[in-house]
């Protein structure tokens, strides 16, 4: 399984962004996808996870910091998972990566236990 991002650029504080992952393939019908960014100096931050089933979709987890601000969703058919992020501010400069688990759930992913890949990851800079 492969997982490409993309989406990132520069933008001005305020705005939004949208940013894209795309799944190259889905091992089992249920899949744990979150969406982590790390900037230089900071440790590592899970923003936010999603589980998707054939039936189902889990409503999102997200982390404090970008709540109420930051979205996570998927299309229909079920390998995109897009996180859109408003009212971007200059701490939410990072490089986002997305990153996705099959054994467990959000709690997993974001944890670092279940993971089977990541992304490259894509840079976000938010100007002030």
């Known amino acids: 399984v492969q997982l490409v991002e993309s989406g990132g650029g520069l933008v001005q504080a305020g705005k939004s962004l949208r940013l894209s992952c795309q799944i190259s393939?889905?091992?089992?019908?249920?899949?744990?996808l979150g969406w982590f960014r790390h900037s230089p100096g900071q440790e590592r931050e899970g923003v936010g996870c999603?589980?998707?089933?054939?039936?189902?979709?889990?409503?999102?987890h997200y982390a404090d910091s970008i709540r109420d601000r930051f979205t996570i969703s998927t299309d229909n058919t079920h390998k995109t998972v897009y996180l859109q992020m408003s009212s971007l501010r200059s701490e939410d400069t990072a490089v986002y990566y997305c990153?996705?688990?099959?054994?467990?759930?959000?709690?997993?992913?974001?944890?670092?236990?279940?993971?089977?890949?990541w992304g490259q990851g894509t840079q976000v800079t938010v100007s002030s």
């Open positions: 990153a996705v688990g099959w054994d467990y759930g959000c709690n997993e992913v974001l944890g670092g236990i279940d993971i089977h890949a």
């Open positions: 393939e889905l091992v089992s019908g249920y899949y744990a």
């Open positions: 999603i589980s998707v089933s054939p039936r189902k979709i889990g409503l999102p």
